[in-house]
């Protein structure tokens, strides 16, 4: 008779009890990698989140005190001694236009200061108070009302970059004099004015109407502004038919060959070519070639034409594929010809990505600088361009000369420029994104 061993008749009951174990380290294992892989990304998005407040805190903390500016509020006294001493402005006008102004201002604030005319030294510190865009501004005045000369009137004027940097407490007055721009009379005659209401702080309107200038309490970003609003206006008119088309005839009626292929490997080839190659392209075709003047905004605006078209035509080509195809059929089983299919009826359905593509595609151009530097429009434009030939230069370039600047008073105008180009660049994607829920359809 066999016998039959205990162990045997045990094992089965082991091994299905060990299979449920085995599911649960491999169901715990899981998730544990998922709990890691949600930990891991919220990590990389509070990374970045941090690095974002960084640079904004960065730009922010040093740009916003460039919306204000220090300016000086005394009586001033257009002296004829100093404007027109022989009473020739009936004979001469050019007499108001080359008159010593500067000094008409130094002698006003000298006079509130209680500065004596004799006191020279007193007078040069007085003069260093005083912004040099005074010569214009009185200048201005005079030409403009010549019957104020003779007379006492009370103006508004810049106070000096050194000057308006200690008064907004950028400069560090404990340091010894000889280590800063202000000297500690500067220092007396600025809380003076200060507290008797003549020194103070006003809205920099200066900032958004004023061209270049080597003196940083005159500088703005006027000429920028109008010339990066020709180039975007250039780059719309121009990039949104063309891209548009091209997507187009590429998605819709281009015949699926080896060519068409070429083509789109091209495409999608040129959106990631650095900005800077096609500056070089605009430097030898539109500019030694076609003879278009240097640093026009035309220029700029074509250049940053090729760039933005590669973004327009993927993004279009992307909002025509998504259109269903049931909606083709439809239509053309009603009896309408490719054409009005196209545009009758996919081309208003994709219309969102569309402009949501050009509207991200202006944006990308409206921050590029390595392009707009090779085609000249790095130069120093102090007047505002009247048409799209005139020389300009464009906002993200105003930045870029800003921040080569040597003046300490230059920084908070860099980061304010900063400011600003954001502020532009957040309104174009936050009206890309309106514009996509306002308008997209769901299938």
């Known amino acids: 008779m066999s016998q039959v061993s205990p162990m045997s008749s045990t094992s089965p009951a082991i091994g299905i009890s060990a299979a449920p174990e085995r599911r649960d380290i491999g169901l715990r294992r899981r998730y544990a990698a998922e709990r890691r892989f949600r930990l891991f990304g919220m990590a990389a998005i509070g990374f970045g989140l941090l690095f974002l407040f960084l640079l904004l805190f960065s730009v922010v903390s040093k740009g916003y005190t460039a919306f204000q500016q220090s300016m000086i509020t005394i009586p ?16 001469n006008p050019q007499k108001l236009v080359s008159a010593n102004y500067p000094v008409v201002a130094r002698n006003a604030l000298a006079k509130v200061l209680g500065v004596s005319e004799d006191d020279r030294a007193g007078l040069k510190a007085v003069n260093g108070m005083i912004s040099d865009s005074v010569r214009v501004q009185f200048r201005n005045l005079v030409t403009a009302d010549p019957s104020i000369i003779g007379t ?14 200690a008064f907004k407490g950028q400069i560090d007055l404990s340091v010894p004099e000889n280590n800063r721009k202000v000297s500690d009379k500067q220092v007396g005659w600025m809380n003076t004015l200060a507290e008797s209401g003549a020194l103070s702080k ?6 958004f109407v004023n061209g270049a200038s080597s003196r940083p309490e005159a500088a703005g970003v006027g000429v920028a502004l109008v010339g990066s609003l020709y180039m975007m206006l250039i780059v719309l008119v121009l990039s949104l038919p063309i891209g548009v088309a ?12 080896r060519f068409t292929d070429l083509i789109e490997v091209n495409i999608n080839n040129l959106a990631a070519v650095p900005s800077i190659v096609y500056g070089l392209l605009g430097l030898a075709v539109f500019v030694n070639f076609a003879g278009f003047p240097r640093s026009a905004a035309l220029v700029g605006g074509l250049v940053l034409t090729l760039m933005t078209l590669p973004t327009i035509i993927i993004a279009t080509r992307a909002a025509l594929k998504a259109v269903p195809p049931s909606i083709r059929s439809a239509a053309l089983g009603l ?30 151009a409206l921050g590029e600088t390595a392009p707009l530097l090779l085609i000249g429009m790095v130069a120093f434009v102090a007047d505002v361009p009247a048409t799209p030939l005139d020389p300009s230069t464009a906002l ?13 008073a230059f920084v908070e105008r860099t980061s304010g420029a900063i400011i600003v180009l954001l502020i532009f660049l957040i309104l174009m994607n936050v009206g890309a994104i309106l514009l996509r829920r306002r308008f997209e359809r769901r299938w």
């Open 335 to 364: 009896g309408a010809s490719k054409m009005q299919t196209v545009f009758h009826h996919v081309l208003p359905l994709a219309m969102p990505g569309i402009l949501t593509g050009t509207i991200i595609g202006l944006a990308h």
């Open 246 to 257: 091209a997507s187009i005839y590429l998605e819709e009626f281009a015949p699926k060959n």
């Open 76 to 91: 001033v006294e257009f002296s004829e001694q100093i404007i027109d001493k022989n009473n020739e402005r009936a004979t």
């Open 396 to 408: 993200p370039v105003q930045i870029y000369m800003w921040a080569n600047e040597a003046e300490r």
């Open 152 to 165: 006492t009137q009370t103006v508004t004027f810049l106070a000096h970059g050194d000057l308006d940097s």
């Open 202 to 207: 006003h809205f920099n309107t200066g900032l």
